[in-house]
């Protein structure tokens, strides 16, 4: 994120952190501070309260969805690596009362079998509950693989006191389109006519939400050599800080 932006992007315990005070730089711990050796899973409450514990007041988790549509941390789209689920079947296949249930796994280094910890599959609503209690909030980006930002989108809509501390980590090569396909996107999930005048109240509501959550997309080095992707996310230079500047103007578009 550029550093002129960020104010609007990111919650303010980001930027007061210890850890961020000390190093001079922006640190965001991936998947929460997990540990193996310890027993502590990736993308867990428990990742969470280490990474707390250290310091650490800022937090990149893995986003997928359930089966019915629940947003769960997992960086994988199958459960095979993180519950040995014997089918290894994909997130999107299971509904999310089975996945709580589910009880997360370590692989042994030694004998490459599975451990199971104290932790199970949380929900991201769960997460950011969980994250935002602690006596210093913490910030969280969600990195939302595919379309798996609609469903954090909707989360926060429904929970607006969940937005200050969250982000939503946008892959721009799944939204060609640009803010115009995730937004249409929505209109499905919510059956809105994006042409019809009888259902303009309701995609004004709409916008009028999605303007208030803080959404970030990501580029990837060949990507910013795309006139037409270009097109679709201008910023105000040519240089990748430019692009940057797509993160104020997705957040400010509707309306």
């Known amino acids: 994120l550029l550093r002129k932006h960020r104010k609007?992007?990111?919650?303010?315990?980001?930027?007061q952190?210890?850890?961020?005070?000390?190093?001079?730089k922006?640190?965001?711990?991936?998947?929460?501070?997990?540990d193996n050796h310890a027993g502590i899973p990736e993308n867990s409450l428990a990742a969470i309260d280490r990474a707390y514990e250290h310091g650490y007041r800022n937090l990149e988790l893995d986003v997928e969805v359930s089966a019915d549509g629940v947003?769960?941390?997992m960086h994988d789209f199958s459960i095979g690596r993180?519950?040995?689920?014997?089918?290894?079947r994909l997130v999107s296949q299971v509904p999310f009362a089975q996945l709580r249930e589910m009880p997360l796994v370590i692989r042994n280094p030694v004998d490459g079998n599975f451990i199971k910890t104290d932790q199970s599959i949380a929900a991201v609503e769960q997460a950011l509950e969980h994250a935002l209690q602690k006596p210093e909030a913490m910030s969280v980006a969600l990195d939302c693989k595919e379309d798996t930002g609609e469903a954090v989108a909707m989360l926060l809509m429904r929970r607006p006191d969940l937005r200050q501390g969250a982000a939503i980590k946008l892959y721009a090569k799944y939204y060609t389109g640009g803010f115009d396909q995730f937004?249409?996107?929505?209109?499905?999930?919510?059956?809105?006519?994006?042409?019809?005048?009888?259902?303009?109240?309701r995609r004004a509501a709409l916008d009028r939400l999605l303007a208030k959550i803080n959404v970030v997309p990501v580029f990837s080095q060949g990507m910013l050599a795309d006139a037409q992707l270009r097109?679709?996310?201008?910023g105000k230079d040519d240089g990748p800080e430019g692009l940057a500047d797509t993160a104020v103007q997705w957040a400010g578009k509707p309306g």
């Open 8 to 15: 609007e992007l990111v919650h303010d315990a980001y930027f």
């Open 17 to 24: 952190a210890p850890s961020t005070r000390a190093l001079g």
């Open 26 to 34: 922006d640190v965001m711990v991936h998947r929460g501070l997990f």
């Open 71 to 73: 947003p769960v941390l």
């Open 82 to 88: 993180m519950t040995d689920d014997p089918q290894n």
């Open 183 to 201: 937004l249409s996107n929505l209109y499905k999930h919510y059956q809105i006519n994006p042409l019809h005048s009888q259902d303009a109240p």
């Open 231 to 234: 097109d679709f996310f201008p």
